[in-house]
């Protein structure tokens, strides 16, 4: 810096531009916080594997209003008060989750990404969340004439905002944090008389971080959520509701698969070898944040079943699932399980996540991959009563 | 028509061993055949749900699986066994 012009022009500092001009070799950057993707090319990729979790969303691409949903009205109408409350709570949380989910990777992770076809998958990804925030607003819409009571408890209601704590730390901190170093770069700054100490190596931590706790979201806490939707439909209630749900586990499968390869990824150190130091430094946190997350989910459960349970779901049943999904999701990333359940308590959750892809008849009535645009499947003989030939 | 030898899947934790029906279409719907319940989601080697590991042998996928498999590592919804095979399906 010039002493006699004490004056720092932001343009000397900002390292994020929307289009380098810098001439970049794309296979060499790492993942995360090299260059900055300056042209949106795929015919040379460092990891193939984001394109094709791009082309697998792509071709899972549907619309909440595809499904009919206008039953549900007459089941929840039809329900007990604690079962309302299971629904509604149910619906409140998944709501919160993919509101974080609709703008959190793209606001995180587009300033630091470096390579084209994992930005491309951020997006990607980013975009199919939208797709589950209006098709919640479908469904509650269609089970209530004031949508506004729901909506607005999400933000109000202490049990979902101790939820929204947990989900949106460690995003708002990178998010926070980034801002500052490229704005600033690493260092000691005064910002609103308070210090920030920006150090590239910490933000590559909180990066690991946020990708776990992402993960977390993705692979526990939605999935919580799921076996509750499911559980409804069990019973032949709330159907539609869970047939968007189970489009909505459709891509949430994809989308924790992406999470669990830029983690192992990262783990790896052939990308960027300081993240492997990272993620050895961040092991035990790591563990932490899932055990902490487990006992959040079982917490949430308690909430949901606070005034009586359902047939083939309570508090005990959901919690015990909690334990086997935090346990399979550790191991999915490297990390050692760490509670006793081994064995699915709610196996019938499973066929409400298969892929509708892998049906052999699609032209069954049941298949929501099937149901474009209808109203009504089902027709009687009785339809056709006043017709006159 | 040929004639393919059928391959034997062994387990790592017991002495229990299961044929491979050449008609199956994965090693998950041949081991569903047989009664072992085993943790599955999308059926298409997205998922990662039936993640298990191949301590010897070799298998074959039917397609190639989008969830991250580790060295060592199987997807059981979308692989054939090549030969042989020991498995640990904790």
């Known amino acids: 810096m010039n002493p006699l012009c004490p004056v720092r022009f932001l343009s000397d500092f900002m390292s994020y531009t929307t289009f380098s001009r810098n001439h970049n070799n794309q296979l060499q950057e790492p993942m995360f916080f090299g260059q900055t993707v300056n042209v949106s090319r795929y015919d040379q990729q460092k990891y193939p594997i984001f394109e094709k979790l791009i082309e697998k969303q792509l071709s899972f691409f549907w619309r909440p209003e595809e499904v009919d949903v206008s039953k549900d009205r007459l089941d929840f109408q039809a329900l007990p008060d604690h079962e309302k409350h299971i629904f509604l709570s149910n619906l409140k949380y998944q709501t919160l989750l993919d509101s974080v989910q609709g703008r959190s990777p793209n606001v995180a992770l587009l300033p630091i990404v470096s390579i084209p076809e994992l930005e491309t998958w951020i997006e990607t990804w980013a975009f199919s969340e939208t797709i589950h925030s209006r098709s919640y607003t479908h469904i509650i819409r269609n089970v209530t004439q004031a949508p506004e009571l729901i909506f607005d408890d999400i933000v109000s209601n202490n049990k979902i905002s101790e939820r929204a704590d947990a989900v949106t730390k460690y995003y708002d901190e990178l998010i926070n944090k980034v801002a500052v170093y490229n704005l600033y770069g690493e260092g000691k700054h005064e910002l609103n008389g308070e210090t920030v100490h920006i150090s590239l190596f910490e933000l ?98 308690e909430y949901l079943f606070k005034d009586g349970s359902m047939i083939g779901l309570n508090k005990d049943i959901l919690c015990q699932y909690v334990e086997y999904i935090t346990n399979g999701r550790m191991t999915a990333v490297g990390l050692p399980t760490q509670f006793k359940t081994s064995s699915n308590p709610i196996p019938w959750v499973n066929s409400w996540l298969v892929s509708d892809n892998v049906q052999i008849a699609p032209q069954e009535a049941e298949l929501s991959s099937y149901l474009v645009g209808q109203i009504d499947s089902q027709v009687n003989a009785s339809d056709f009563g006043d017709f006159d030939l | 028509m040929t004639s393919k030898k059928t391959a034997k899947i062994h387990f790592a934790d017991n002495s229990q061993c299961v044929d491979f029906n050449t008609g199956c279409h994965s090693l998950l719907d041949c081991l569903e055949q047989q009664q072992y319940e085993i943790p599955f989601q999308c059926r298409e080697g997205y998922c990662g749900a039936c993640r298990a590991t191949l301590v010897a042998g070799q298998v ?26 020991t498995l640990n399906l904790k």
């Open chain 1, 204 to 301: 590559k931590k909180l990066l690991y971080l946020t990708m776990m706790s992402v993960n977390i979201l993705e692979a526990i806490r939605f999935y919580v959520s799921f076996a509750c939707s499911f559980a409804f439909a069990e019973r032949e209630l709330m159907e539609g509701n869970a047939k968007i749900i189970r489009l909505i586990a459709r891509d949430e499968a994809l989308h924790l698969s992406g999470t669990q390869h830029i983690l192992n990824i990262m783990q790896d150190g052939k990308d960027d070898p300081e993240m492997a130091i990272v993620a050895a430094q961040c092991r035990d946190e790591a563990i932490k944040m899932f055990v902490d997350a487990a006992e959040q989910e079982k917490e949430w459960a």
């Open chain 2, 60 to 85: 074959t996928y039917n397609e190639e699986p989008l969830a991250f498999v580790r060295d060592g590592e199987v997807l059981l919804c979308c692989c054939k066994p090549d030969g042989n095979i």
